[in-house]
């Protein structure tokens, strides 16, 4: 009798550790899940804010750019916060008709299509200040692809009016630095221009228009780049 008491009170022990090892388990395990996916929704949001141009929405710290083209309009937002200079050079010159009938002047299909110059030369331009002004490098942006730059020599100080969108749509992944965050790598998997970044200013992405971007960088062009059928850009309209 005293050893089916005993035994009862072994198995009755038993389930008691039992209990509270599972309730340990659920504490330490699975409350810490529901944290996690609550911070993977919470990361989600900072990326977009940190990275700007993964989000087709035109924020309130945003500007809104229609480029009404002969082949089509490509609209667009521009990062005032990042890129400051280049913002106020593309928005000054934009309402001032500065770009008004001027060409895409350069277009090389894989990589970019070009404009800005009102020769359509590519050696001409100015800034709305009538001299150059500096790269605006930010961790914030990437020329990946239908990323909005501006144009430049290899002077250090050389931006005048002329910008370029990034076209390439192949996997450009493997060539982007260590430094890359993951958002980005991934986003070059869909094209961009990695070689690009920290050398030109990117200061907008187009937002939608991308097959217009693409059709200009498929047309037939000189041993120069230059389009044999010119492709105009008739205006820029600007919203703030």
């Not at 990946?144 to 192949?170: C, D, E, H, W, Y």
Request: with cysteine; net charge negative; charged share 20%.
């Amino acid at each position: 009798m005293c050893n089916v008491k005993f035994n009862k009170l072994i198995i009755g022990g038993l389930l008691l550790l039992l209990a509270v090892a599972m309730m340990i388990y659920g504490f330490f395990y699975l409350i810490p899940n529901k944290q996690t996916n609550e911070g993977q929704i919470e990361n989600e949001v900072i990326e977009v804010d940190y990275f700007p141009q993964l989000s087709s929405q035109i924020e309130k710290n945003e500007i809104g750019a229609d480029l009404i083209t002969s082949m089509g309009t490509i609209s667009i937002k521009l990062f005032p916060d990042y890129a400051p200079k280049a913002v106020e050079n593309f928005v000054g010159l934009s309402e001032n008709d500065y770009y008004n009938d001027t060409i895409f002047h350069r277009v090389i299909e894989d990589f970019m299509i070009q404009g800005g110059d009102p020769e359509g030369t590519g050696l001409g331009g100015e800034s709305i200040w009538k001299k150059p002004f500096e790269v605006e490098a930010s961790d914030h942006l990437y020329h990946i692809r239908g990323a909005l730059s501006m144009a430049k020599t290899n002077a250090p100080i050389s931006i005048g009016s002329q910008f370029f969108i990034v076209q390439n749509q192949q996997d450009m992944s493997h060539s982007v630095s260590g430094s890359t965050p993951s958002e980005i790598v991934k986003t070059y998997k869909k094209g961009g221009y990695p070689s690009l970044d920290e050398s030109y200013t990117v200061f907008g992405q187009v937002i939608n228009g991308m097959d217009v971007v693409d059709k200009i960088a498929a047309i037939e062009t000189t041993d120069n780049d230059l389009p044999t059928t010119a492709v105009t850009i008739e205006t820029i309209n600007i919203h703030k």
